[in-house]
């Protein structure tokens, strides 16, 4: 999956920092 390739690539601490932003932008919409 290409998805997947991505998701590797993506460094843990990196990846963590973008699901909080993710988090706080869907609470902001809500």
């Known amino acids: 999956m290409e998805v997947g390739e991505g998701f590797v690539a993506v460094p ?3 990846h ?3 699901v909080k ?3 706080k ?3 902001l919409m809500a």
Do not use: K, N, S
């Open 21 to 23: 932003i993710i988090v």
């Open 16 to 18: 963590e920092a973008m």
């Open 12 to 14: 843990a601490d990196q």
């Open 25 to 27: 932008a869907r609470q």
